[in-house]
């Protein structure tokens, strides 16, 4: 491997503290950057110099050597508490495993661990979305950051990271957003939490790696921190005058280690027992008189961009990571890296005591069922459309009896009435007689013209259904609405689904625009069914994968020739295979590997034929397909627990946080793209041997070597390359662990494209409603002088404006709009190599439901229709929290254990009455401490003020009884007795 590989996925990694993980998937919430006292606040991206010419790796110079050392990145601490927290979960709550059976796993991970408990058709697709939704939230905190109306920004940053000595206001944020996050959970937007929860991680853990807390010699969690209540830990902070470190010894020659000796300048043995944490000044801010300066005697962070470093006390105390040049106490890391992880498991778990296990197992998208994706229907329901929705009715009933079932259940309904066109608005649950009971609503009623609003049905569709889920569209109509077909590639871009199509139109008028279908259906990896309405029953057979597992792509390839041969691989996790060929009068001779001819399960439709085999042969099969004309494609489908996600990404941060970030869109033509790949389902012995770019016939054109992620992170590979300029597929080739090759393709299609965007300025990402916010972004164009088409559509309303300023131009101000909307747009000129700057407005309806996301679409076209790319934007709907209060609990009576020997307690059981109240946002939970109290209350709807009456009762072996109550917005109390009488209240409202 050349030298100049070393390491993208190091950089994507990033390390624990300093440098962290990745933003949100490629459907991200946006943030302000960090626009600190400079033009150039971030490290600038990397550019085609830093890759040498004919490798497929990069150097970042920026970011540093690669960390090999097993530094653990705030990427490495979410998952692996995340993991922990669940494995541990089930094995409390499923009496037929073992106590530390799962935890114990030689390898944990969303497969291994849904695989032990469940079985081999677990799926850990949706979990492991939810993982990296966590993530990815939290390492966005070092690209952007909110915007606060009190704090300058540099005060911002320290009480986000801890630095400075800013614990107070440390405290008050993750207080805020512990806040935010339960009320977005206890309104079931549980994408929204797992936002918010995120970064609640990232400051969680920051604390540990920041202060000099383990230098003090804590060895557990500090209890309080993050947690409402009383925060006795700010009375051990040191004073604003008071010196906290010593020089570290100076060396002139500060590359060896060995000269870096900073192991006490924090002990407390000098400075005292007092809690402190490092200042960091940024290499763009000014310093020195007039300017924002370190007290003197003070600690720094540390890091080599920190300039406090040299001024009194030198060095530092960081110990983000095990590198003695960008950690002075590196040789803590390990410490701070435990009690960071063990933080963020007591975080979750408190979750879990709030919310209850219901709703704790759907923040991280798990539940009773094992599948993978949303079971995800749009369907026209105009007059004619009556045999179609019978043949979905019957459909989903099969689904809801069968054994395995979607994790939830998608409905768009949609229409052509000439007077009120209509579309949704989207069913969503995970109540499957609530879903067939929306289904039995459905009625074939009105018409008129043909043409209808799939495409914004379809849109709701996209946004509302767990992403990768494959969607199914009823219809005998084209669209009306083809405006939206650049929104519509983007969310499929974005949300990776495929979108199949159930088409039974025959009249002339109501085929118009169903080409628009076909491509769609291609772009996403999906199908066009071009059915008819007696045989649309037989075709939904593709709606529900053979097994549990969750469907994957092993080929997908399309020919203008009348014959030709196909081969894929199965290997040992393939428990079902599904074989479509789409074309006239489609026939197939399929083979397996020794040679012998299988039939299969088929269903021929007019112009395609669907072949099901379950329990396939490992090895090379062989597909010979034939049709009475040219142009045609084969799609082969499988159920399997390995498959991949991906992410194209970006070098950049602020200063000393550099990472590999997603950037959203298509890659950029004729530039070095950077991708990172997290793979799943891998297990020991399973091997990543090579990224094959693949194209629309399924011939190989390139072959990308990969290089694996760290000891913590070996589910992530990447790579750096120029992509090809066609479209293109990823297909990920290994071995599984039974030495059979396997092959995983990417569903949706990639083209390099002349026009770009990148994220420029945001304000919240998270609002209240009736606030406002707005993003902006640079839209590039490196091809030819072209008018660009831009775009922006809104799936709630809320759109005020599109503003777009030419850069360089002699007018600068070349549009703008501004309404209310659901749609704006803009056509401007640009130049090659010309830069337009564009902003977006929204405005949160005053009615707005808290937890609900706003999703919007971002898209630019050039005229000539050879580019086109896209942004997808979110906005969280938080409420306005003022309500710091806990619950109030009072105990009434008791009685007593006297006189019960120690040997007979088990005979005799003792009573508490208790009242419990919330006048704030109100009551949402009561329960015990103790598994073995038995807890009755009268019944309340969450949010009451109302006084609730408690009974407790627990044998007299139970020698004490605590009351645990908390609100809607996660604020907990703890009120108790014990069997002496001696009735006690818990003053620290917030015990957990």
């Known amino acids: 491997m050349p030298a100049a590989l070393l390491g993208l996925v190091m950089c994507f990694m990033l390390r624990f503290w300093p440098t962290d993980a990745f933003m949100p998937n490629v459907v991200f919430s946006f943030r302000q950057p960090l626009d600190y006292l400079t033009p150039e606040p971030f490290i600038k991206p990397d550019t085609v110099d830093d890759i040498s010419p004919g490798n497929t790796g990069f150097v970042v110079a920026q970011c540093g050597s690669p960390l090999r050392?097993?530094?653990?990145?705030?990427?490495?601490?979410?998952?692996?508490?995340?993991?922990?927290?669940?494995?541990?979960?089930?094995?409390?709550?499923?009496?037929?495993?073992?106590?530390?059976?799962?935890?114990?796993?030689?390898?944990?991970?969303?497969?291994?661990?849904?695989?032990?408990?469940?079985?081999?058709?677990?799926?850990?697709?949706?979990?492991?979305?939810?993982?990296?939704?966590?993530?990815?939230?939290?390492?966005?905190?070092?690209?952007?950051?909110?915007?606060?109306?009190?704090?300058?920004?540099?005060?911002?940053?320290?009480?986000?990271?801890?630095?400075?000595?800013?614990?107070?206001?440390?405290?008050?944020?993750?207080?805020?957003?512990?806040?935010?996050?339960?009320?977005?959970?206890?309104?079931?937007?549980?994408?929204?939490?797992?936002?918010?929860?995120?970064?609640?991680?990232?400051?969680?853990?920051?604390?540990?790696?920041?202060?000099?807390?383990v230098e003090l010699g804590n060895s557990q969690p500090l209890a309080e921190l993050g947690v409402p209540g009383s925060a006795k830990f700010l009375d051990t902070v040191a004073g604003k005058f008071n010196a906290t470190c010593s020089d570290c010894p100076s060396s002139t020659d500060i590359s060896k280690c060995s000269l870096r000796l900073c192991r006490q300048n924090a002990s407390p043995s000098i400075k005292g027992r007092r809690l402190t944490s490092g200042y960091m000044l940024y290499p763009t801010e000014r310093v020195g008189p007039g300017y924002r300066?370190?007290?003197?005697?003070?600690?720094?962070?540390?890091?080599?961009?920190?300039?406090?470093?040299?001024?009194?006390?030198?060095?530092?105390?960081?110990?983000?990571t095990k590198n003695c040049l960008k950690s002075p106490h590196y040789y803590l890391h390990e410490q701070a890296a435990q009690l960071a992880i063990k933080a963020t498991e007591d975080f979750l778990r408190s979750i879990r005591d709030v919310v209850g296990d219901e709703k704790f197992l759907q923040f991280f998208s798990l539940g009773t069922t094992v599948r993978g994706s949303s079971l995800c229907f749009v369907v026209d329901q105009s007059g004619s459309m009556g045999d179609e929705i019978a043949a979905v009715r019957e459909r989903a009933k099969q689904i809801v009896q069968s054994s395995i079932k979607p994790y939830n259940y998608v409905l768009v309904q949609y229409s052509d009435n000439d007077q009120d066109p209509a579309y949704g608005p989207p069913i969503v649950t995970q109540n499957p007689q609530s879903f067939l009971n929306h289904l039995d609503n459905l009625r074939a009623s009105g018409g008129g013209d043909c043409p209808e609003l799939a495409l914004h049905a379809l849109q709701l569709a996209l946004i509302n259904c767990l992403p990768g889920s494959p969607v199914y569209v009823f219809t005998d109509a084209g669209p009306r609405d083809q405006e939206l077909k650049a929104t519509?590639?983007?969310?499929?871009?974005?949300?990776?689904?495929?979108?199949?199509?159930?088409?039974?139109?025959?009249?002339?008028?109501?085929?118009?625009?169903?080409?628009?279908?076909?491509?769609?259906?291609?772009?996403?990896?999906?199908?066009?069914?071009?059915?008819?309405?007696?045989?649309?029953?037989?075709?939904?057979?593709?709606?529900?994968?053979?097994?549990?597992?969750?469907?994957?792509?092993?080929?997908?390839?399309?020919?203008?020739?009348?014959?030709k041969t196909y081969g894929f691989h199965v290997d040992c996790t393939v428990t079902a295979l599904t074989i479509s060929l789409s074309g006239s009068d489609p026939r197939a001779q399929l083979l397996q590997p020794d040679g012998s001819e299988m039939t299969g399960d088929r269903v021929w439709l007019s112009n395609n034929l669907l072949i099901t085999i379950l329990s396939p042969a490992e090895g090379r099969w062989?597909?010979?397909?034939?049709?009475?004309?040219?142009?045609?494609?084969?799609?082969?489908?499988?159920?399997s627990s390995i498959d991949f996600s991906y992410d194209f990404v970006t070098v950049t941060g602020r200063p000393g946080h550099c990472g590999a970030f997603p950037v959203s869109g298509q890659p950029v033509a004729d530039s070095f793209s950077k991708v990172v790949w997290s793979v799943r389902g891998l297990e020991e012995n399973t091997s990543v041997d090579a990224i094959d770019l693949v194209n629309a016939a399924g011939d190989v054109t390139e072959t990308v070597?990969?290089?694996?992620?760290?000891?913590?992170?070996?589910?992530?590979?990447?790579?750096?390359?120029?992509?090809?300029?066609?479209?293109?597929?990823?297909?990920?080739?290994?071995?599984?662990?039974?030495?059979?090759?396997?092959?995983?393709?990417?569903?949706?299609?990639?083209?390099?494209?002349?026009?770009?965007?990148?994220?420029?300025?945001?304000?919240?990402?998270?609002?209240?409603?009736?606030?406002?916010?707005?993003?902006?972004?640079?839209v590039y164009n490196s091809g030819e002088t072209n008018d660009i088409f831009i775009e922006v559509e809104d799936d709630q309303g809320t759109l005020e404006s599109l503003d777009v300023l030419v850069v360089n131009a002699n007018r600068p101000l070349v549009g703008r709009r501004r309404r209310g909307s659901f749609r704006l747009t803009k056509t401007v000129t640009l130049q090659n190599n010309q830069k337009a700057q564009v902003t977006v407005t929204f405005r949160s309806p005053a009615d707005a439901k808290i937890g609900s996301v706003n999703t919007a679409t971002l898209?630019?076209?050039?005229?000539?229709?050879?580019?086109?790319?896209?942004?997808?934007?979110?906005?969280?709907?938080?409420?306005?929290?003022?309500?710091?209060?806990?619950?109030?609990?009072?105990?009434?009576?008791?009685?007593?254990?006297?006189?019960?020997?120690?040997?007979?307690?088990?005979?005799?059981?003792?009573?508490?009455?208790?009242?419990?109240?919330?006048?704030?946002?109100?009551?949402?939970?009561?329960?015990?401490?103790?598994?073995?109290?038995?807890?009755?209350?009268?019944?309340?709807?969450?949010?009451?003020?109302?006084?609730?009456?408690?009974?407790?009762?627990?044998?007299?072996?139970?020698?004490?009884?605590?009351?645990?109550?908390?609100?809607?917005?996660?604020?907990?109390?703890?009120?108790?007795?014990?069997?002496?009488?001696?009735?006690?209240?818990?003053?620290?409202?917030?015990?957990?």
């Open 622 to 639: 062989t597909v010979k397909a034939s049709f009475n004309r040219h142009s045609h494609s084969v799609i082969v489908k499988a159920a």
């Open 293 to 320: 300066e370190k007290p003197k005697g003070k600690c720094s962070h540390g890091d080599p961009v920190d300039q406090s470093r040299i001024h009194p006390a030198t060095g530092g105390i960081n110990k983000s």
């Open 859 to 992: 898209t630019a076209s050039s005229q000539d229709g050879k580019s086109f790319n896209y942004a997808i934007l979110q906005v969280v709907v938080v409420p306005e929290l003022n309500d710091e209060k806990p619950p109030t609990c009072r105990i009434l009576s008791q009685t007593t254990c006297d006189d019960v020997p120690a040997l007979s307690c088990g005979e005799k059981t003792w009573t508490v009455t208790a009242t419990i109240q919330d006048t704030g946002v109100g009551l949402q939970t009561i329960k015990s401490r103790q598994s073995d109290v038995n807890v009755s209350y009268q019944a309340f709807d969450s949010g009451t003020d109302k006084n609730v009456s408690v009974v407790a009762t627990a044998s007299c072996c139970q020698l004490s009884v605590d009351l645990q109550s908390s609100d809607v917005v996660g604020n907990v109390h703890t009120c108790g007795a014990d069997t002496k009488a001696a009735i006690s209240a818990s003053g620290a409202s917030g015990d957990i």
């Open 69 to 213: 050392d097993g530094s653990w990145t705030h990427q490495d601490i979410v998952r692996r508490a995340c993991l922990n927290v669940i494995a541990k979960f089930y094995e409390e709550t499923m009496p037929q495993l073992i106590p530390g059976s799962v935890q114990s796993l030689p390898r944990l991970t969303p497969s291994t661990l849904l695989t032990s408990v469940f079985g081999s058709q677990a799926s850990s697709s949706k979990f492991e979305h939810a993982i990296q939704e966590i993530e990815k939230a939290a390492a966005s905190m070092d690209l952007f950051y909110e915007v606060s109306s009190t704090l300058d920004k540099a005060a911002n940053l320290a009480r986000v990271h801890f630095d400075d000595e800013q614990f107070e206001l440390g405290q008050q944020y993750l207080q805020q957003l512990r806040r935010q996050m339960f009320s977005a959970l206890q309104q079931g937007s549980e994408s929204a939490a797992r936002e918010l929860a995120g970064r609640f991680m990232l400051s969680l853990q920051d604390f540990y790696a920041h202060s000099n807390y």
């Open 488 to 563: 519509i590639f983007s969310l499929i871009d974005a949300r990776r689904s495929q979108v199949n199509f159930f088409f039974t139109g025959r009249y002339p008028p109501c085929g118009l625009n169903k080409q628009l279908f076909s491509a769609i259906a291609t772009r996403s990896g999906g199908q066009f069914l071009d059915v008819t309405k007696s045989t649309v029953a037989s075709a939904t057979v593709v709606t529900q994968s053979p097994s549990g597992e969750s469907q994957v792509l092993l080929l997908t390839a399309s020919s203008e020739e009348s014959s």
């Open 705 to 778: 070597d990969v290089e694996k992620g760290t000891v913590h992170s070996t589910h992530l590979y990447g790579a750096a390359f120029i992509p090809p300029n066609h479209p293109f597929r990823f297909r990920l080739r290994g071995r599984d662990r039974c030495g059979y090759r396997y092959d995983r393709m990417s569903t949706t299609t990639i083209k390099a494209q002349t026009i770009s965007f990148s994220a420029k300025g945001y304000t919240k990402s998270v609002v209240s409603p009736g606030e406002f916010t707005s993003a902006t972004y640079e």
